[in-house]
């Protein structure tokens, strides 16, 4: 809990997996403190699995419950989550990035690794609000 | 204005992680699955043997399926958009051939392969002017 009220709370996006409701630039207020994630549905700030960098993606499906993953289902253990991106291949080609990298392609995160949630877009001006 | 800038910018980037392209692109790959196709129906036409027929429909469409594959990475992976400055038909050009794709697989009239293999070549066109092998492909080392 310590740990995670050192931050980060601010962060700025690089590439583009998750257009179109974070673009890279965007900078975003991440929450390190709540505890009841992962919510279905929220924005969440982690470290990726298979390189230990900090990346932003989607919960697609909490501790316990069940993904479609390819032509099976799989039920996640009670302390990993399931992110998605947001891009599908197309989306990410047409801003110039390679295919969007998720739980898709690193499996299902240890909730360990997850580091916030990113809440709120306080810049650019234009696109100020909340994160959906 | 600029230092209230720099003190609101955040200092930690966090990755919305993508596929890091390998940079190596070249339209031979979807050329020579089309090819296939090509020889495949040229060759069903020489033959009527009922067991060769089946063979020779599902090889095509596996063929068609790679053609496919291939003209997808070169539009997703390896054209940008500031390619449609030199190449405004771009999207048009893939649009298409996909489709064409999508015919020679279920059709065994040549002339569908031959459009293909042509729609193919404009795309390399489209590769060359916009970098070609010089920029997509390793150097190949002579001994």
């Not at chain 2, 043997?49 to 068609?64: G, H, L, N, Q, S």
């Not at chain 2, 399926?65 to 449609?84: A, I, Q, R, S």
Request: charged share 30%.
């Amino acid at each position: 809990m310590a740990r995670r009220a050192r931050g980060p709370w601010r962060v700025t996006v690089a590439e583009a997996s998750m257009l179109p409701a974070i673009a890279p630039g965007d900078w975003l207020l991440v929450d390190p403190t709540v505890r009841r994630w992962p919510r279905r549905g929220s924005v969440v700030v982690f470290r990726e699995p298979d390189t230990d960098e900090l990346a932003i993606k989607r919960v697609a499906a909490g501790p316990g419950e069940e993904v479609r993953f390819r032509e099976a289902l799989l039920r996640l253990a009670d302390d990993e989550a399931w992110l998605t991106a947001d891009a599908d291949a197309p989306t990410a080609a047409a801003a110039g990035f390679g295919a969007p990298r998720d739980s898709g392609r690193f499996g299902p995160v240890p909730l360990e690794l997850l580091v916030g949630r990113a809440w709120f877009r306080y810049g650019p001006l234009r696109r100020i609000g909340r994160i959906r | 204005m600029s230092r209230l800038t720099d003190w609101l910018a955040p200092r930690t980037v966090v990755r919305a992680h993508c596929d890091l392209p390998c940079g190596i692109y070249d339209p031979e790959q979807a050329r020579i699955e089309a090819e296939s196709c090509y020889k495949i129906i040229e060759k069903m036409g020489a033959n009527s043997d009922p067991a060769f027929t089946t063979r020779a429909i599902a090889i095509k469409e596996e063929r068609a399926e790679l053609t496919k594959h291939h003209l997808d990475v070169l539009w997703h992976d390896y054209f940008k958009p500031e390619h449609l400055d030199k190449v405004p038909n771009l999207h048009e050009m893939f649009w298409k051939a996909t489709k064409q794709v999508s015919k020679v697989k279920a059709s065994t009239d040549i002339a569908d392969a031959k459009k293909l293999l042509d729609m193919i070549e404009e795309i390399a066109g489209a590769w060359r002017a916009t970098g070609g092998a010089e920029k997509t492909r390793v150097v190949k080392q002579t001994a």
